[in-house]
């Protein structure tokens, strides 16, 4: 688009209005939630004063460390499972014809766009069809199958991006399949591994809905435990809770979208 239809764009009525008006709508409830994450009332919707009292209850708590630490355990191994599969998906589908790598890559990317709770209710009848109970590793493999899309995407966009031309030179010198990917695809691919990676654990340390049928006895996440608190009514903690999970997803996104810029 030319610089002049931007000027154009930039000047149609209301444009201005609009555009705040979506900023507004899409984060003045994460600026709410912040904003009482440090309200000194126990009362969420008093204000009594600023106060981190409500953080430090979030670090004092027994219930939410085992529920922190059972999100960790499950993003890390399902997105260590997301990379191996994502990995090797890519690779493979490089190698196919075009037909046949668009139909692949369309029934990959599905979890984008089918409703997870189909997808989770899905996977729950064929744990129970082969008797897999439920918990931490039922969790890890649902979280994998939501997360692979997005390790897909990053990986995938990496590769076609790739200049052949190395990989025919290696093979005239002699060098063998396993030699080149170990070689050359591996670390050429290894920002976007890293990226990709990102992208699958914060979305498995945020899901919900398939870790609401996939849960065990003593396999609550963190996202479960505040569904569960609030099932009781909004609390300083929670909002304190809700906040340190919206920073560190922040971080976290920030971090992968550098890692994406500086790969080339």
Not at 13 to 26: E, Q
Not at 60 to 68: G, H, K, N, T, V
Not at 207 to 224: D, H, Q, V
Request: zero cysteines; proline letters at 5%; glycine letters at 6%.
């Amino acid at each position: 688009m030319k610089k002049s239809s931007f000027k154009a764009l930039n000047a149609f009525p209301g444009f201005a209005g609009i555009g705040i008006a979506l900023l507004v709508f899409l984060y003045l409830p994460l600026v709410v939630i912040i904003w009482y994450s440090f309200n000194a009332n126990n009362i969420v919707m008093v204000w009594d004063g600023f106060s981190v009292h409500w953080f430090a209850q979030v670090f004092q708590s027994a219930q939410i460390r085992q529920a922190f630490m059972n999100s960790i355990i499950i993003a890390v191994w399902s997105t260590l499972l997301v990379l191996v599969l994502a990995v090797l998906a890519s690779v493979g589908l490089v190698s196919m014809k075009r037909r046949n790598s668009s139909l692949i890559n369309g029934l990959l990317s599905a979890p984008l766009i089918l409703p997870e709770i189909v997808l989770s209710i899905a996977l729950l009848s064929l744990f129970a069809f082969v008797k897999v109970p439920l918990g931490l590793p039922a969790m890890i493999v649902g979280h994998a199958v939501v997360g692979l899309p997005f390790a897909l995407m990053t990986i995938r966009s990496r590769l076609s991006e790739t200049d052949w031309t190395q990989f025919e030179a290696a093979a005239d010198l002699g060098a063998n399949e396993r030699q080149i990917f170990r070689r050359i695809t591996l670390p050429m691919l290894t920002p976007a591994i890293i990226s990709g990676g990102m992208l699958s654990f914060i979305v498995s340390m945020d899901n919900f809905i398939m870790s609401f049928f996939t849960a065990g006895p003593g396999s609550t996440t963190l996202p479960l435990y505040i569904w569960g608190s609030l099932r009781v009514g909004l609390t300083p903690e929670i909002n304190a809770l809700s906040t340190m999970i919206l920073v560190g997803s922040i971080l976290i996104l920030l971090l992968s979208q550098l890692i994406t810029r500086k790969k080339g």
